[in-house]
């Protein structure tokens, strides 16, 4: 027998296990001398009331009552002499769409522009303290994809996408800590999450799966009848070679401008969609837990606070996005002559600082300067207000960024905070950066905030320009039924850079969902 049973106890009870565990054995009525295991299945901060409770949900289990784990590893298998089937990029989306191939019995060929995750690190050493982007290899592209480096943030609300369990438990068999399958906010932390990837990828090789370092995809090679192949070259040099196949998962990220202008060259369809932009607001840490804590200090026993944002603002959306508490402001760009910026956490979050996207939706009614580009008109867009972001910051990588009561007040900060963000901020009116409509709905949407949060609105709290990659400005249309391009048999769009995802968790269950159609396809073209 078991008795599932729900606990709401203070932080220092829910630090110490056997003080939890006598509590849930003596909430489930189960007598002790009868109990067998004690289980934690859930955890939660309950932060609503003036007292901050740990909810857990426990489930006690009697001496007869068997101890089962919802954790099932992978069973792979050796593909290297079966068919092979290309995944171009190798974040969530293709990793776990390679290890999907393997167990469904095929071969992937994982083509990455990108470094493996070690390597990538230099590189990102080299923009934080030299400002050098190489186009290739940053915090977007490499081994493990943009979430590699920037946090490992696990919680989804895309319950119906696929089974969130079992990306949670191919995590856990990969390094992650079981916390992750606890947590209702999980988060690996970008110290960790890199080894993880390494693992993956070892696994991937070891079954006969291969993947293709410092190469770029240039061209997909189709017939009427479909995909025959791609031409990738090196990164490292202008040698190109051919790679045949007849599948391939287009799984490249938000980013990958170069991919999308391809598809548009080729008249593979692709379509402009609607996403968000805005700025990065960091707050010190001290001030969201004070507010989400409603004491001054949080203790040793809570974790640092974070905070979710949505109003509807002047007409648009405006939202928080990627909280980072205890976190870092990074330099995403991905080409010379641009600004972006992204958050990340290490596993503690023991920075002095809380950084969010605070961004707008942003559509057609924004692109129309740049109708012409058709498809591509929402990357242009986004692509003008980051090179109009780096030249504000005169250069450099050096971001502009406002007070956020002289932002809400339309003055120029005379001066500006600690910032956690490496290359450096400089004083500039973000009215100058972004258009006016987003400015518009920044405003509004911070002064609603500040009556939710009181506190909130402070001038130790800073606006950073520009956060702009929260999703990609392209959908590339696939069959609801089939998950192929609708117009090019053998190519699955899948993942973030498709359209079709937003996050790791999203991306990893978008990822096994199209290699299983994928597989499908090819074992019917085989027969056929």
């Not at 171009?88 to 390679?98: H, K, L, S, V, Y």
């Not at 503690?348 to 939706?361: D, I, Q, T």
């Not at 800073?462 to 039924?481: H, K, Q």
Request: one cysteine or more.
């Amino acid at each position: 027998m078991s008795v599932s049973v729900e606990l709401a106890i203070t932080p220092e009870d829910s630090s110490l296990e056997a003080v939890w565990k006598q509590k849930a054995i003596a909430a489930s009525g189960i007598h002790a001398s009868e109990v067998r295991a004690v289980i934690l299945k859930k955890r939660s901060i309950d932060a609503r009331g003036r007292k901050v409770l740990i909810r857990m949900q426990v489930e006690v289990m009697t001496n007869d009552e068997p101890v089962t784990t919802s954790h099932q590893p992978l069973l792979l298998q050796d593909v290297s002499s079966q068919e092979p089937v290309i995944i171009a990029g190798c974040g969530p989306a293709g990793m776990f769409a390679a290890l999907k191939l393997i167990e469904c019995g095929l071969k992937p060929i994982i083509i990455e522009r990108g470094k493996p995750v070690r390597d990538r690190r230099r590189d990102l050493a080299l923009l934080n303290r030299e400002r050098m982007v190489n186009p290739d290899s940053n915090y977007c592209f490499g081994e493990g994809g943009a979430g590699t480096y920037s946090d490992g943030k696990l919680y989804t609300r895309s319950g119906k996408r696929g089974d969130i369990q079992r990306i949670l438990d191919i995590f856990i068999q990969y390094g992650a800590t079981k916390d992750i399958a606890i947590d209702a906010h999980p988060h690996i932390g970008t110290n960790k999450l890199p080894g993880i990837i390494s693992a993956m990828s070892d696994a991937i090789r070891s079954c006969g799966g291969e993947i293709l370092f410092n190469t770029r995809l240039t061209d997909i090679i189709r017939t009427p009848s479909g995909i025959t192949g791609v031409q990738v070259e090196s990164t490292n040099s202008v040698a190109s070679f051919t790679i045949s196949a007849k599948a391939l998962i287009l799984a490249t990220g938000h980013s990958s401008r170069d991919i999308f202008e391809m598809l548009h060259r080729q008249q593979i369809t692709i379509e402009s969609k609607p996403f968000a932009m805005g700025v990065r607001i960091e707050h010190p840490q001290h001030v969201i837990d004070s507010i989400r804590y409603h004491c001054d200090s949080r203790g040793p026993y809570l974790p640092p606070a974070s905070y979710a944002l949505v109003e509807q603002a002047a007409g648009r959306g405006v939202y928080s996005f990627c909280m980072c508490p205890g976190g870092i402001i990074a330099a995403a760009a991905t080409a010379p002559g641009e600004l972006v910026v992204n958050g990340w956490s290490p596993s503690k979050r023991n920075n002095p600082f809380a950084n969010s996207g605070l961004v707008v939706e942003v559509n057609d009614i924004d692109f129309k300067p740049f109708e012409k580009e058709g498809a591509l008109r929402g990357l242009r867009f986004q692509q003008s207000v980051e090179r109009k972001a780096f030249e504000s910051g005169g250069g450099n990588l050096t971001a502009p960024a406002q007070r956020l009561m002289d932002f809400l007040d339309y003055k120029s900060s005379v001066n500006l905070p600690e910032c956690s963000y490496t290359p450096g901020i400089k004083a500039t009116s973000l009215d100058e950066v972004l258009p006016k409509p987003l400015l518009l709905s920044i405003r509004d949407g911070l002064k609603q905030a500040g009556k939710k949060m009181k506190g909130y609105l402070t001038n130790e709290a800073v606006l950073v320009a520009t956060e702009s990659r929260t999703s990609s400005p392209i959908r590339i249309p696939r069959d609801g039924e089939s998950l192929m391009h609708p117009l090019v048999a053998g190519l699955f769009p899948c993942g973030e850079g498709a359209g079709f995802a937003g996050g790791i968790m999203s991306a990893a269950m978008d990822g096994e969902k199209v290699a299983a159609k994928c597989a499908l396809h090819i074992q019917n073209s085989n027969r056929n």
